[in-house]
């Protein structure tokens, strides 16, 4: 039972970049979610979908891109990764209110 | 958008002792939820809450729903040393609406 994996789960990349970082759950969950960690910050909600095909933004969208095309899958691309986007991303899923979450990507950007 | 505050912020405590720590809202939430998460891991979900009033234990965890609706409390009985960690609340004001955070409460157990 695999649960919810993320790859990569280090990334190092330089400004103006486009990189994505991927999710993937077993569980068959309607939703999913990515969420940012920063210091001070806690979690702050990226993106969010409730169904293949149907995404939402979160608390933080700007500078972010998802798709959805099949209910397992919910990558996460930064178009032109910035410095301030250096962070650690997790994504989740649910199906009812709980959510549960990945290990985590720790991205860089220099 | 809505705020959990989360206190306090960070405790030390000595390894025996029990912890108390506290999520308050200025909105009403249907659910609560405590997390933890370890070094360089995802949270783990702990305990869950869904009624007003409602008391859970998971261990020598015990989290309660608060009588207004919003507020939560989560207390770790004789402390360990594996009960380091960030421990997150979490509420859901209604049916589809995401879960808001609060900023964590940074456990540390001195053996």
């Known amino acids: 039972d695999a649960g919810i994996t993320q790859s990569p789960r280090y990334k190092i990349t330089e400004t103006g970049r486009q990189v994505t970082l991927m999710c993937h759950q077993t569980?068959?969950?309607?939703?999913m979610f990515w969420y940012r960690q920063d210091l001070g910050h806690g979690l702050r909600l990226i993106y969010y979908?409730?169904?293949?095909?149907?995404?939402d933004k979160g608390e933080v969208p700007d500078g972010y891109v998802v798709s959805r095309s099949k209910t397992e899958n919910f990558p996460l691309t930064l178009e032109s990764a910035t410095r301030s986007q250096t962070s650690v991303y997790f994504c989740a899923s649910s199906q009812h209110v709980e959510q549960y979450f990945g290990p985590g990507t720790r991205l860089t950007v220099t | 958008g809505q705020q959990l505050n989360q206190s306090p912020q960070s405790m030390f405590i000595q390894e025996g002792e029990d912890v108390s720590m506290n999520c308050t809202s200025s909105?009403?939430?249907?659910?609560w939820l405590w997390y933890k998460q370890d070094p360089g891991e995802g949270p783990v979900l702990l305990i869950a809450?869904?009624?007003?009033?409602e008391l859970t234990s998971n261990g020598r965890l015990t989290a309660q729903f608060g009588i207004t609706r919003k507020d939560s409390f989560l207390n770790i009985s004789a402390s360990i040393p594996s009960d380091v960690g960030i421990y997150f609340c979490?509420?859901?004001?209604?049916?589809?609406?995401?879960?808001?955070f609060g900023k964590g409460t940074r456990l540390s157990v001195i053996a």
């Open positions: 909105s009403i939430f249907n659910t």
């Open positions: 809450l869904y009624k007003a009033g």
């Open positions: 979490a509420g859901q004001a209604s049916g589809n609406t995401p879960l808001v």
């Open positions: 569980w068959s969950h309607s939703y």
């Open positions: 979908s409730a169904a293949a095909d149907i995404t």
